[in-house]
């Protein structure tokens, strides 16, 4: 009886390895792609925030706007900070909270 236990254990120990192993891999993935979902942004660019559901959708023009509600002070690695054009509030977005981010293009006339 004791042999049976310690090789049921034994399997379990090997399942849960893999296991771990396996879902070890999913958030290096997922920060390859959040880096490149934050790639268009850049520091000090003028942004709009919107929230819809707990999620925010970033607006950006092609142009430089400098009157928008929003400046980008820090891009981290799964997080946004902005601070808004009196530099009165910084607020700190998690990626996973992103829902969109649109640039509106601007014709040259």
Not at 20 to 41: D, N, Q
């Amino acid at each position: 009886m004791k042999r049976a236990s310690t090789f049921w254990l034994a399997m379990l120990a090997v399942i849960g390895t893999m296991a771990l192993c396996s879902f070890g891999a999913l958030p290096a993935e997922e920060r390859a792609a959040k880096a490149t979902f934050l790639e268009r942004l850049k520091l000090g660019q003028p942004i709009t925030i919107t929230e819809k559901d707990g999620r925010y959708e970033i607006g950006m023009f092609s142009k430089d706007m400098r009157s928008l509600a929003h400046n980008i002070v820090e891009i981290g690695p799964d997080y946004l900070v902005v601070r808004d054009i009196v530099g009165v509030t910084d607020t700190v977005i998690p990626v996973y909270s992103i829902k969109a981010v649109r640039v509106l293009r601007l014709s040259g006339k």
